[in-house]
């Protein structure tokens, strides 16, 4: 190591660890070198895809000195440090965002120009990181912007899957799913750690044995081991020289060799076996809100923590520290349940391979680890079953069963002895067989509890969690109300309106200070800046079009509304209400007279989103909006006034030409089911509407840009429980504008009905869980309400600058702060200043 150089040496080495030039004529040099040494080739065969290559390698560099200038300051200092902990970051493309933060866009851009290309051209050849779902694996990807942005110690951990998740294809209105094997070309923005590998064990028996101070501890012995190798992504900070990290964990065979079977001749069931531990990493599992209960989705989430905390602990170790200072020197966030086996796996190593009392071990876990609920629907909490929990992690379920106990004996003696109570508070669930509730094992497990919107917040203390409120006390529970990056999702994606938007307040500060978007709000009624600005949105609307024309061939125009629903397609969703709706404004623009048609506001309705591959019902949703798409969009009588477009592959990459292009988005959640929903915010900041329900972060953004500034419709959540009882014992009622809509599906207008009976049925035989048939009639008349404020502009131009200069709120830079501030005890740790 370094310590050991000798004087001689160390100048050596500060000698040639000279900082990257950033001129052109430097970077035109970087470029070339790539493309020969990197690369391998040479001007006779570069093509975009090597020319990108060749260019983020040279971006890298300058990344990574960045790095391990934050690396090895942050060794030296050792502060203390946050660890969030998520089985998912939707990073997306990295290119364009290392280019922003660095600010070297413009030289590059010229650079790459100067060598026969141009940079909008290379931005688009790469691949979008993609291992998340949607909303939960995108927070953690604009968490981890903001910390670096911030300068806050924090690190990511995941997993390197192989696969992320699947591209969607529609072929006849279907979703077909193709595996998204993004690894395939090299990859410049992660950095292999080949020295940085842990063994994790599986199944295996649960033996007692005297450790060193003669003390008798359980062990966890025998069963399978696999390997876990690190590769490092740099998560750039903005304007900063500080450089973050999320460390992935890719899965390897053992370099052991199962001699047993060898020698029994069984080559090839030995090298399997070594293939079987490849395979652990593979697969990002498909599923958003919704559990599946497999097997290798159990030892994905122990593979990860384990190799996480053997990480975290290697670390702390170095530098001599007593156990009882870890929670001082460590924060961990767990991003839902998904990484809750670190609770009893680091009370595991405290007491079985460190020796520590239980007491001492748990006051250390439960100092440590804070968890974050994402969602308070029923089929989407974790529950394993203790048979499989025994079978491949024996210790851990023991030490779960010994946490319920000494949980429950606390609560009976300090709380309530009522039988009912500790039945329903138990992390144990009683059923056959057996289950852990990892959401109750998570709370039991740590200091902070937290919400992701203050509805939600308050759901899970009244619902939920609410014996633990009652139990712990209401301090533990707490709000901090999701975020999104103003740098990806306005500075990056939204170039029109970030130069208007800089030009207007005279800085770009706002891209690190939100609130100053305020600063908009004495321009709202100026008739030059809203023609300004209206002409930003013209240009993104578009791009959009353009894409559109491109890609699908289908032609809107973008003078027309852009009425958007962008997100995984679910029930509780409700993109199948969008479309009844879209049925029911296609039937009555074909019952008008042509003099009526001329009046309308001609709609562009685009969706976009996949559907988890097991899921049939939300399957059928994409098949129902492209069948009505292909009518719609084909029927001359309507004169272009409605269009209906199914974007394919939703992604990050897409929500970046997306986003910036909505007159109106729809985020239209039964009340109560969506615990937060991020793109309602990246909407509102670029200047959109929301129509929306009272639902998860709609409201604050309500409360934070005015009421008059937003369209709001359905019940509230509070009702929903009374309204599902009534329909229960008193039916349905199926209003006559809906009633249309049925009518039309069921009588073949857009293809045969029996496809789409399973749908339809969801609302009559199914008893309507999500309330379309309660909401309809106000979703209709708050679109009216829409198209009826689009025809005046002035009106809608002011409400669209409203919105963004209402939104500094809802910077990820604030979530993180608050995070930091009452969650992890974490202080900003500056680098190169
Ligand atoms: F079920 N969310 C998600 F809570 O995208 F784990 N996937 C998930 O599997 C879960 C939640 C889980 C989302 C919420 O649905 C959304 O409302 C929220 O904005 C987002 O997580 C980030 O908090």
């Keep these: 190591t370094r310590e050991e150089l000798d004087e001689k040496a160390k100048s050596n080495w500060k000698k040639h660890m000279l900082p990257e030039k950033n001129d052109t004529d430097s970077i035109e040099q970087d470029i070339v070198h790539h493309t020969i040494t990197t690369l391998c080739r040479g001007v006779y065969n570069i093509d975009k895809l090597a020319m990108y290559q060749a260019t983020a390698h040279s971006v890298r560099d300058r990344l990574l000195e960045d790095w391990n200038c934050t690396q090895e300051a942050l060794h030296k200092e050792n502060p203390k440090r946050c660890y969030y902990m998520s089985m998912e970051f939707l990073i997306g493309r990295a290119l364009d965002n290392a280019l922003n933060c660095l600010k070297v866009k413009k030289n590059y851009k010229e650079s790459v120009n100067n060598l026969g290309f141009s940079l909008e051209d290379l931005l688009v050849e790469e ?50 799913e193709m595996p998204d ?73 053992l370099n052991t060799f199962d001699f047993d079977s060898f020698n029994a001749g069984d080559y090839e069931r030995s090298v399997s076996e070594q293939t079987n531990a490849q395979n652990l990493t593979s697969v990002l599992y498909p599923n958003d809100n919704h559990l599946v209960g497999k097997e290798l989705r159990l030892k994905q989430e122990y593979f990860f923590v384990s190799a996480s905390l053997q990480d975290i602990i290697h670390r702390f170790k170095r530098a001599k520290c007593p156990w009882k ?25 405290l007491v079985d ?126 709000n901090i109300t999701n975020g999104i990056t103003p740098r990806r999702w306005l500075y990056q994606s939204n170039p029109a309106l970030r130069d208007l938007i800089t030009k ?115 399957k059928l949703v994409i098949k129902l909006i492209n069948s009505a798409a292909d009518v719609i969009n084909n029927d001359v009588s309507i004169k272009d006034m409605l269009k209906v477009v199914f974007i394919p592959d939703y992604n990050v990459s897409l929500a970046e030409i997306i986003v910036p292009a909505s007159d109106i988005s729809q985020h239209i959640s039964t009340a109560g089911t969506e615990a937060s929903g991020t793109s309602n915010m990246k909407f ?63 009588g073949g207008e857009f293809g045969d009905p029996s496809v789409f009976g399973p749908l339809i049925n969801t609302l009559t035989y199914g008893g309507d869980y999500y309330l379309i048939s309660t909401d309809f009639k106000s979703y209709l008349q708050e679109h009216t309400v829409v198209d009826d404020t689009f025809r005046d502009r002035a009106v809608w131009n002011k409400k669209s600058i409203m919105c963004t200069a209402g939104m500094g709120f809802f910077s990820s830079d604030r979530a993180v702060r608050t995070y930091a501030e009452k969650i992890w005890k974490l202080k900003p740790f500056k680098v190169g200043v």
């Design 504 to 618: 207007t307040l005279g800085s770009e500060d706002w891209a690190t200070h939100l609130d100053l978007l305020q600063g908009l709000k004495k321009y709202a009624d100026d008739a030059a800046f809203q023609d300004a600005w209206a002409d930003v949105k013209l240009q993104n609307k578009k791009r959009l079009a353009d894409w559109i024309k491109t890609n699908m061939n289908i032609t809107v125009n973008p003078h027309a509304l852009f009425d958007i629903q962008v997100k995984r397609i679910h029930e509780y969703k409700r993109q199948f209400m969008n479309i009844l709706s879209v049925i029911y404004r296609y039937k009555s623009l074909k019952k008008m007279s042509a003099e009526d048609l001329e009046q309308q506001v001609p709609r562009v309705v685009i969706f976009g989103g996949k559907a988890a591959p097991g899921y049939y019902i939300a």
């Design 325 to 349: 200072d870890f929670p001082d020197k460590v924060a961990v966030q767990m991003n839902d349940t998904h990484p809750t086996l670190a609770v009893p796996e680091l009370q595991r190593i």
């Design 684 to 746: 509102v900041l670029n200047g959109g509407l929301i129509l929306g329900t009272v639902d998860g972060a709609n409201i604050e953004i309500c409360e934070q840009i005015g009421k008059e500034n937003i369209f709001m419709f359905g019940v509230l959540a509070d009702a929903v429980d009374d309204i599902r009882h009534n329909q229960k014992y008193h039916g349905l009622f199926i209003d006559a504008s809906l009633q249309v809509v049925i009518d039309a599906i069921q």
């Design 181 to 253: 094997y993004w690894l395939n070309f090299d990859n410049p923005w992660e950095f292999p750690r080949t020295d940085i590998r842990y063994e994790v064990r599986f199944h295996g028996y649960v033996a007692t044995k005297m450790n060193e101070k003669g003390e008798s501890r359980m062990s966890w012995e025998g069963g399978d081991k696999v390997q876990a190798m690190a590769y490092d992504v740099p998560i750039p900070g903005f304007d900063t020289k500080g450089c973050g990290n999320i460390r992935l964990w890719s899965s390897k065979p």
């Design 127 to 176: 691949k979008d990181a993609a291992l998340g779902n949607g909303g939960l694996g995108r927070l953690a990807a604009c968490y981890m912007d903001s910390t670096a942005t911030l300068d806050y110690p924090t690190w990511g951990y995941g997993l390197r899957y192989q696969y992320g998740i699947f591209k969607q294809i529609i072929k006849d209105g279907y979703q077909n």
């Design 353 to 478: 391979v460190e020796g520590l009392e239980w007491d001492d071990a748990w006051d250390i876990v439960t100092r440590t680890f804070a968890f974050t609920n994402h969602t308070v629907l029923p089929e989407a909490l974790e529950c394993w079953s203790v048979p499989m929990m025994e079978k491949i992690l024996p210790r851990h379920m023991q030490i779960i069963y010994d946490i319920n106990l000494f949980f429950l004996q606390k609560v009976e003696r300090d709380f309530s002895p009522d039988r009912e109570l500790l039945k329903r508070i138990s992390i144990i669930e009683e059923t056959s067989p057996q289950q852990v509730r990892m959401a109750y094992l998570a709370v039991v497990g740590s200091h902070t509890v937290n919400g992701v919107a203050a509805l939600h917040s308050d759901l899970i203390r009244k619902n939920l969690f609410n014996d633990f409120v009652k139990y712990y006390g209401p301090e533990k529970f707490i």
